[in-house]
Nanobody
Framework: QVQLVESGGGLSQAGGSLRLSCVVSSRIFLIYTTGWFRQVPGKERELVASVTTTGGSNYTDSVKGRFTASRDNAKRTMYLEMNNLGPDDTGVYYC????????????WGPGTQVTVSP
């Protein structure tokens, strides 16, 4: 079973920055586009950023220009650099592999909490 472990969240003031990391236990990670999801209470997980196997990235409109997704295939690790944070970025962030923009692994990691104060 593939394990996903997210880290790097925390408390930030508006305008601050955080860098999230996600380590994947299996090399199967290498064949997939990978993505970062955000979940807030009462809502479904939302895909906010993705990065392809060759480093191309896509973002939901609300984070474009502020978030940068990347990956280090040798380390089986993906990253999400979050800049100019705002309160709407608050949530639990999860990583997963993607197939046609849908999560591949049914077992999610613990996620990492990001809280942004005004």
């Amino acid at each position: 079973q593939v394990q996903l472990v997210e880290s790097g969240g925390g408390l930030s003031q508006a305008g601050g920055s955080l860098r999230l990391s996600c380590v994947v236990s299996s090399r199967i990670f290498l064949i997939y586009t990978t993505g970062w999801f955000r979940q807030v209470p009462g809502k479904e997980r939302e895909l906010v950023a993705s990065v392809t196997t060759t480093g191309g990235s896509n973002y939901t409109d609300s984070v474009k220009g502020r978030f940068t997704a990347s990956r280090d295939n040798a380390k089986r690790t993906m990253y999400l650099e979050m800049n100019n944070l705002g309160p709407d970025d608050t949530g639990v962030y999860y990583c997963n592999a993607l197939l046609h923009c849908e999560p591949v692994f049914t077992s999610w990691g613990p996620g990492t909490q990001v809280t942004v104060s005004p």
